[in-house]
């Protein structure tokens, strides 16, 4: 999604977040730190990371989409099959 400069920003700096926490639990694996700590923790990351997954689909929706639908015809059906295939694959993960 070209030209969106300051939602890009925020994304990599989120997924710069994430990467740190992961990275804790690595560490937390590695001294043996107590389970529910580290599954804490990875309960954490992966929130983060749906948050992540959501904030893009919504901008994929809002630009993308939204572009496809204004010109009828086959890639506005095929970005709609995409978009509820990507729904999809966010709702079983």
């Keep these: 999604m070209a030209g969106e400069g300051r939602p890009k920003n925020d994304l990599v700096n989120r997924l710069s977040r994430i990467e ?7 560490k937390m694996v590695e001294q043996d730190k107590y389970c529910l700590e580290i599954l804490t ?27 496809a639908a204004r010109v009828d015809g086959p890639e506005h059906e095929a970005k709609l099959k ?4 990507a729904i999809a694959r966010l709702i079983r993960a």
Aim: a negative charge; proline letters at 0%; charged letters at 20%.
């Design 20 to 26: 740190g926490q992961v990275r804790e639990i690595t």
């Design 41 to 67: 923790q990875v309960a954490a990351a992966c929130q983060a990371l749906q948050s992540v997954a959501l904030l893009r689909l919504d901008g994929h929706i809002n630009h993308c989409v939204v572009e």
């Design 82 to 85: 995409e978009v509820s295939d």
